[in-house]
């Protein structure tokens, strides 16, 4: 039972004119009465001792409300049916695709008519990178929002969008669109009056009146952007203040020390809920809290916020799930699903970040144990939340896993990171991959990669070489990576114009808005005369389409392919070689990849003791494990189950 001291909260809702007293309305209280106290218990941690903490706590539950008023009949039956699938999103039926509206399809009408595109491959799940107000030249992409209710009008509308989504509702598909709860643009209503001088909107923001905090905070305080943005805080002519700018200059950083903020940007987020989005992506939620003296990343109070922001979800939007965009080491990304009690109740979804840059370093060297070192770490996500799997997405690739994984092979951290960005940053003369680095912190030399998926896998030089056999190697390292994802466990997530081979595209160089920012050389522009190569036999395109749609197919067969913590990797007895066995009841299927320019075996006993032979549900052909080897060519890879 709740806090009877909370039964006010409860009163004021029944009471009100608003409430019928319908089925719904009973579900929704339900909802309520079942979550308040924690949300209450969460709320007074963080701001039980402002004097104000009460009625902004009656303001919280009215918005809750609201939103399940604002909640379509049509989404409602839909919370329903997921309510009943149980955990929706842990289903081997689902495979996504992110992407830039304006560059995969012209604008959000021009995406509705590339549904059956999609639909071919077997995507069903939408991720539209950011699509709200956001000013030109200083948009960081979409994540420096200027209006969280307003569509960027090169786009769309709202109306635009209700309508898209109601065609994902009629073919099953699913939406997933992003909210920045970090910063706004300095652009924003919020931060044009705190520039004005209204006092109460300047809490909104972190703003100083000299350098002091500022410095010491940035003692701790890592940067992000250390080339094209160095510091933490940019000065504010107009108001004589220093104010907090962790990403850009032009992004504010909200402070979340003030409960207005959080009512706010959860009123946006229950907003985007009943656009009828499936998944809300929450940008850089590890830096939502700022403290004196810490790195101002992953603090206590930021998994707080998301674990009430969660619960407020479960209470108005139940069908929507979130997820955390929080790019950090192993060990800490567990702890974005919750902890004790709130197991489960923070984040649904992770990117498997760790994972993604893991692939890309046994692609480059061949070697597959530090992989294999990061899985105890991984291993620890808990039942009923789920990964983001991918090869790459629209942020640079980043080498995010520990050092100690990388010592325990005999590596030295130093010299094999050193490797990597020679290999992939376009350094390395004989290095097979096209790519750059990027923010390259002048003081550690750390440095990330961009470049497109094909392009790191060797198909833009081979291509350039007009080397067929080199052509046919690269196609095959793109189908590895991706197929790795597709198995690995939770929902693939393809970045658009992969799956049709595109290559760097460096016409952002031409445009001053981009060309500070080599990230966008992996962020192509869509041609359809390309596109339309995937319907043509023989040619890369075509390679590459069909056998990533025939891989999604398979995925979508494989029941033992939901992300139900069943998973178990084999162990090492080639260093090139890795593999997983994934299993339901008595049911076993092994994946097993050649990260190897060579041909490479394993003893048969690694993955069947006894000697039986399998289907390789991949290559449609029987595998004979009566010679004691199986044998793998560069880059092969083997689904196998029982014969």
């Known amino acids: 039972m709740y806090n009877p ?16 007293n319908s089925t719904q309305d009973q579900y929704f209280l339900h909802r309520l009465i079942a979550n308040i106290d924690d949300i209450h218990a969460i709320y007074a941690r963080i701001y039980g001792h402002l004097p104000q903490a009460k009625d902004l706590f009656g303001q919280l539950i009215q918005v809750l409300f609201q939103a399940h008023l604002d909640r379509s009949p049509a989404l409602k039956n839909r919370d329903e049916i997921k309510e009943k699938k149980g955990q929706w999103f842990l289903s081997n039926e689902l495979t996504g ?66 309508k898209l989504q109601a065609q ?8 997933m669109i992003d909210i920045v709860l970090n910063h706004t643009s300095h652009h924003h209503e919020w931060a044009k009056k705190a520039k004005a001088g209204n006092p109460e909107f300047q809490e909104y923001y972190y703003l100083y009146d000299d350098r002091s905090i500022p410095d010491q905070m940035e003692e701790s305080m890592p940067e992000i952007f250390p080339e094209s943005s160095p510091g933490s805080f940019t000065f504010q002519e107009s108001i004589q203040k220093w104010v907090m700018t962790v990403f850009h200059q032009y992004q504010w950083d909200l402070n979340y020390r003030n409960p207005k903020v959080l009512i706010e940007m959860l009123d946006n987020l229950l907003f985007y809920g009943n656009l009828g989005v ?84 046994a692609l480059a060297t061949g070697d597959t144990r530090i992989m294999l070192e990061a899985q105890h770490e991984l291993a620890k996500k808990p039942l009923g939340s789920s990964w983001i799997t991918y090869t790459r997405c629209h942020d640079d690739i980043g080498l995010g896993y520990d050092d100690y994984m990388i010592a325990n092979v005999g590596f030295t951290p130093y010299l094999h990171r050193y490797y990597l960005k020679n290999y992939y940053g376009g350094i390395q003369e004989d290095s097979p991959a096209a790519g750059a680095l990027f923010a390259i912190n002048p ?84 041609h359809w005369e390309k596109n339309s190569l995937v319907k043509k036999k023989g040619t890369v395109e075509n390679k590459v389409y069909t056998s990533l749609k025939e891989l999604i197919t398979l995925r979508k067969k494989l029941k033992v392919v939901a992300d139900l913590k069943n998973i178990a990797w084999l162990p090492c007895t080639n260093k090139s070689i890795v593999g997983y ?34 289907n390789c549900l991949w290559s449609k052909k029987q595998v004979s494990l009566e010679k004691g080897s199986l044998l793998f060519q560069p880059y092969q890879f083997y689904i196998l189950a029982d014969s």
Request: with cysteine; proline share 4%.
């Open 97 to 162: 695709m992110s992407l830039y509206v304006d560059r995969f399809a012209g604008n959000i009408e021009g995406l509705a008519s590339k549904l059956p595109y999609l639909e071919d491959l077997g995507v069903n799940l939408l991720h539209l990178m950011p699509l709200f107000k956001s000013p030109e030249g200083e948009s960081d992409g979409g994540y420096a929002v200027e209006d969280f209710r307003v569509i960027e009008e090169k786009l769309g509308t709202i109306k635009d969008l209700k």
């Open 581 to 614: 066995v994934r299993y339901i009841e008595n049911e076993r299927i092994y994946f097993l990849f050649n990260f190897s320019s060579l041909e490479q075996n394993i003893p048969v006993h690694a993955i069947e003791p006894n000697k039986q032979n399998k």
């Open 278 to 361: 499936d998944i809300v992506r929450i940008d850089a939620p590890a830096f939502i809290w700022k403290q004196l003296g810490t790195t101002c990343q992953n603090l206590p109070e930021a998994h707080a916020l998301l674990q009430l922001i969660k619960l407020c979800t479960e209470v108005s939007t139940p069908g929507m799930a979130i997820l955390g965009e929080a790019i950090v080491a192993p060990a800490q990304i567990m702890e974005y699903f919750g902890k004790g009690r709130y197991t489960t109740h923070e984040c649904d979804f992770a990117y498997n970040a760790t994972h993604m840059a893991l692939q890309w370093d």
């Open 443 to 526: 003081k550690t030399q750390d440095a990330r990669i961009s470049g497109s998926l094909a392009s790191l896998c060797g198909l833009e030089k081979a291509i350039a070489a007009k080397d067929s056999k080199w052509i046919e190697e690269s196609i095959q390292k793109i189908l590895l990576m991706e197929a790795h994802c597709l198995f690995l466990g939770g929902i693939p997530m393809l970045f658009y114009g992969d799956e049709a081979a595109y290559i760097n595209d460096y016409s952002y160089l031409e445009d001053p808005n981009k060309s500070y920012d080599n990230r966008w050389m992996h962020r192509p522009i869509i």
């Open 5 to 20: 001291t909370l039964q006010p909260f409860i009163d004021s809702i029944i009471a009100s004119k608003k409430f019928k």
């Open 168 to 175: 994902l509702l009629e073919k099953d598909m699913y939406l």
